[in-house]
């Protein structure tokens, strides 16, 4: 890949070489970092089976020929094949915790995460939230970081996808959180019975619009298409949650949805719906909240929507 191993001898040589390798080549950077270094130094902590509480020192010390050869191959799979790095090292994290993820799910990247680290003060007493409802869990990453952050809830994981549920599966069970969350193969809330009811509903649901899927950098199409797009205008899915989360809301409940760039297509669409779009100190945009009064107080005009 054009540099010599007399040249690159230390990790710290790899993360600089390779984050050049990266730039050069044009690499799109979305799928949990922003930036090259950011990229390649997970790359290569994974390529010598070290994490990210290593000591700056260690950067300086030298690596074996088969370290060097690992390197260099999850670079070249980075740059020729586009291939997102959680896909390559297995690990994602979101919430301040670790994920396994693989190419049946989307790469964990929600700002919904902040908010949830957050216990969605002000909006909600963490304390009295005693069921949530995840719609769309693909690797199930919010409805484990609901759990942990919520430890009275029990949490609902929903997917239409056996192979994403597949992958929550791993999750809930490396955080040890069989006991109290339930992974639910359904299309949205079908599956879920009348009594399935909750204080909080939370969804990071397919909402890119098939102009802009069109769009997406190439490192995108390594995920499951299912995940990302939702028709037209990207409301296709987002639509049909706000038509069925009305009977599935406790009185004093929530939902809150992530729709991205559809966010204005969305308040165009429903100009009267007093949408609570939040602030996202970390980036990312396009997080609505809504409360069971002002979902049922629209119920109408979200059924008449969808029957038109």
């Known amino acids: 890949m054009g540099a010599d191993d007399d040249d690159l001898r230390t990790l710290r040589d790899y993360v600089r070489w390779g984050a050049s390798r990266l730039n050069e080549a044009g ?28 000591s700056p020192a260690y950067l300086d010390c030298r690596l074996t020929v088969a370290e060097r050869d690992a390197i260099r191959s999850l670079l070249r799979r980075r740059i020729d094949g586009r291939v997102p790095v959680p896909y390559l090292t297995h690990e994602a994290r979101f919430a301040g915790l670790s994920f396994y993820v693989d190419d049946r799910v989307l790469v964990p990247r929600s700002p919904i995460a902040e908010l949830v680290e957050a216990q969605l003060a ?30 009275n809830a029990r949490v609902d994981a929903v997917d239409i996808s056996e192979p994403a549920l597949e992958v929550a599966r791993i999750n809930v069970e ?17 599956a879920l019975g009348a009594d399935d009811v909750y204080d909080l509903i939370v969804s990071n649901p397919p909402y890119v619009a098939r102009e802009e899927m069109e769009r997406l950098p ?9 995940g990302l797009e939702a028709g037209e205008e990207g409301l296709d899915v987002v639509a049909q949650i706000l038509r069925d989360a ?57 059924a008449s929507d969808l029957s038109e």
């Open 218 to 226: 190439e490192e995108y199409r390594h995920e499951p298409a299912l």
């Open 27 to 54: 690499a799109f950077f979305g799928h949990g970092t922003d930036n090259a270094l950011d990229e390649v130094l997970a790359l290569v902590l994974h390529a010598v089976h070290l994490d990210y509480e290593l």
């Open 174 to 190: 490396r955080h040890g959180l069989d006991e109290r969350v339930r992974l639910i193969r359904s299309d949205l809330f079908q």
């Open 122 to 151: 002000p909006w909600v007493e963490a304390e009295r939230v005693t069921q949530i409802l995840d719609l769309c869990t693909g690797s199930g990453c919010i409805a484990v970081a609901c759990a942990h952050f919520f430890p």
């Open 246 to 302: 009305p009977k599935h809301l406790t009185p004093g409940g929530i939902i809150l949805v992530e729709v991205g760039l559809s966010a204005e297509a969305l308040a165009e669409r429903y100009p009267e719906v007093p949408f609570v779009w939040l602030d996202l100190e970390r980036g990312g945009e396009g997080v609505f909240l809504l409360s069971a009064a002002q979902l049922e107080e629209h119920r109408d005009l979200f």
